[in-house]
């Protein structure tokens, strides 16, 4: 079985973030059984993919994105044969199963780093080695060979006497970046694409993909971080293009993750002209409320910004013919219902909590792209809220309260900003009820489980009309269904200065598509309405759509008189020109 990536618009994925989804034997830690345990749930939402993050052995310093072993399961996490079980299992359910492949840096306990250290000239060539800027010579570190800063903080490059070199490490020092440099590199990670396309996934989603090619010299960044050195770097193009054809996953799902990335390089990413991906993540989206981009400052999210971003991208991306991955949460995010306004009535059908929701889940789902649903997303889970900053597990948020904290903010202060950032907000245990665990284990959570996993939970909103779940199964089910969704383009109508806050595209069909959409009895064009405030605003209608129908949306009812609709507080709604039955 396969999902064919030419079906991108009809397909919608859903993140498990394996630790934290389900866990099976009741030692705290979500794992594969536990995942098979709830495809029946995942049937019934009615999604197409799963992706799961990485259950590879690692050491854990990074929640498994530091990968020692790419062709093994973590015993934590289960066996091969659990692997096996859950893809078969899950193909019979029509859920095809996504892996995360991890191909910019590996764990220094990887075999490969291990040999490198014991003096094997092979698996040095395999790493980013060297010298230091004023080394006297052998055994002399020097000064690093550039001011570049890990995205965890500190010196992106690591001393190791064993090597007498500089590692580089863009992300924790345990997780040093391999060289693609090295032809025998990318042969190896074809190598470990191919063992799993055998076993019969669906599809990989690659971890910061783009920063695989470092700059042909290597110099001084002005910024400081080497971020704008790195991304997109000379040959990752050429890089990608071996990849797929040499993993044999050209007609397979594919979605890069692209970090510090420019929309030019991402339409050719995806673009299928090119052979390269199916489909990008870019993050631009996610940092409107960065004060002055800084992600551990605060601000209220610029809806005028987000409105701009996403037109770009979603016009630039489809007239280049490339395809976008349309996300607000995942492992690495803190919860999009609370950053967006939804901290009232959580749980409730007051506040704004639901609203906010559906809002966010109605823009998503209704773009030009293929959604992609976070563990949790699909109830409304907000933020964790934790009391304490020993409730976190997060190494970057462990790192950014220590920060703060130097710079003067006090305990308090640094807390609150690490509680409306750290991505652990997006790690807190699955809820599936309301018990203590949430459902999730019978053991003690290995992060704990927040107190809104009372309210917000499976048990108390499956088959419950008019909660966060049956919402998104109602999305699921539309763009299945109606091929303006899945296949339409888009257009975003211009700012409404006297309703700043609305974010308002059109989907519509021409052609062929057009044609068989009528004959189908289906919707031709649509509008999409979403308020992203907390005031009151209104939208007067494009004439096609003065006495449309609505189809869905954050509110029960669509409120238009002549020609103008009248939007709560953040209220999204979906219109059709004329009647539609549904």
């Known amino acids: 079985m396969a999902i064919d990536k030419r079906d991108l618009g009809r397909t919608v994925v859903y993140q498990i973030y394996i630790k934290s989804f389900c866990d099976s034997n009741g030692d705290g830690i979500g794992d594969l059984r536990g ?37 093994a399961i973590d015993p934590v996490f289960g066996t091969m044969a659990d692997f096996d079980e859950l893809v078969a299992e899950a193909w019979s359910r029509g859920i095809g199963i996504m ?20 003096g094997d000239e092979r698996y040095q060539r395999y790493y980013i080695l060297r010298d230091g800027r004023g080394s006297a010579g052998p055994g002399d570190p020097g000064e690093p060979p550039t001011n570049w800063q890990s995205a965890f903080g500190g010196s992106m490059w690591e001393w190791e006497p064993r090597l007498g070199k ?23 990670l074809a190598r470990v694409v191919r063992f799993w396309r055998d076993r019969g996934v669906a599809g990989f989603r690659f971890d910061v993909v783009n920063l695989i090619s470092k700059p042909d010299v290597f110099e001084d960044d002005p910024a400081g971080t080497g971020r704008a050195l790195i991304a997109d770097g000379p040959h990752v193009h050429e890089y990608l293009r071996e990849l797929v054809q040499a993993s044999g996953i050209d007609s ?14 991402c339409v050719r990413y995806t673009n299928p002209a090119y052979g390269e991906l199916g489909m990008v993540f870019s993050f631009h989206h996610l940092k409107v409320d960065y004060k002055d981009g800084d992600k551990w ?63 966010l889940a109605v823009c998503a789902h209704l773009m030009q792209g293929t959604p992609y649903i976070f563990q949790g997303e699909e109830l409304g889970v907000p933020n964790a809220g934790y009391a304490s900053i020993d409730d976190y597990n997060d190494v970057e948020s462990a790192n950014a309260y220590r920060m703060l904290c130097e710079r003067g903010a006090s305990p308090a202060e640094a807390l609150r900003v690490v509680g409306e950032r750290s991505r652990d907000n997006g790690r807190t245990p699955m809820p599936w009820d309301g018990s203590p665990a949430a459902g999730f284990t019978t053991g003690t959570p290995w992060l704990a489980v927040p107190q809104s996993a009372e309210r917000v939970n499976v048990a108390a909103e499956r088959g419950v009309a008019g909660s966060m779940l049956e919402f998104y199964r109602e999305l699921v089910r539309l763009r299945h269904e109606l091929a303006v969704i899945s296949e339409g383009r888009v ?20 052609g062929e598509a057009e044609a068989r959409a009528r ?8 509008l999409v309405v979403c308020s ?6 209104s939208l007067e209608l494009p004439v096609r759509y003065r006495r449309a129908t609505r189809v869905v949306g954050s509110y029960d009812e669509a409120r238009i008189e002549r020609g103008v609709l009248a939007l709560r507080p953040f209220e999204a709604q979906v219109l059709v020109e004329g009647q539609f039955a549904g």
């Open 532 to 537: 992203l405030g907390a005031e009151p605003a």
């Open 252 to 265: 397979m799902l594919t979605v890069g993750e692209m970090a510090a990335t420019t929309l030019d390089n």
């Open 166 to 188: 500089w590692y580089l490490h863009m992300h924790d020092v345990s997780q040093p970046d391999l060289d693609w440099t090295n032809p025998e590199v990318r042969a190896e």
């Open 519 to 526: 004959e189908a009895g289906e919707p031709t064009h649509l």
């Open 491 to 510: 257009r975003f109508l211009a700012k409404d200065d006297a309703a700043p806050q609305v974010i308002a595209f059109e989907r519509w069909l021409e």
């Open 35 to 71: 995942i098979t345990s709830k495809l029946d749930y995942l049937a019934y939402l009615g999604v197409d993919c799963v992706w799961i993050t990485p259950f590879f052995p690692s050491p854990q310093r990074d929640n498994g994105y530091d990968i020692s072993d790419y062709c």
């Open 297 to 359: 400052a605060l601000m209220a999210p610029d809806i005028d910004r987000l409105r701009e971003i996403l037109a770009t991208w979603q016009e630039r991306m489809q007239e280049g013919g490339g395809w976008n991955a349309l996300f607000w949460n995942n492992h690495d995010q803190p919860r999009a219902i609370t950053r967006f306004g939804g901290r009232t009535g959580v749980g409730e059908r007051g506040g704004s909590w639901g609203h906010v929701g559906k809002a």
């Open 99 to 118: 892996l995360d492949m991890v191909l910019c840096h590996t764990s220094t306990e990887h075999a490969w780093f291990k040999r490198a250290l014991a």
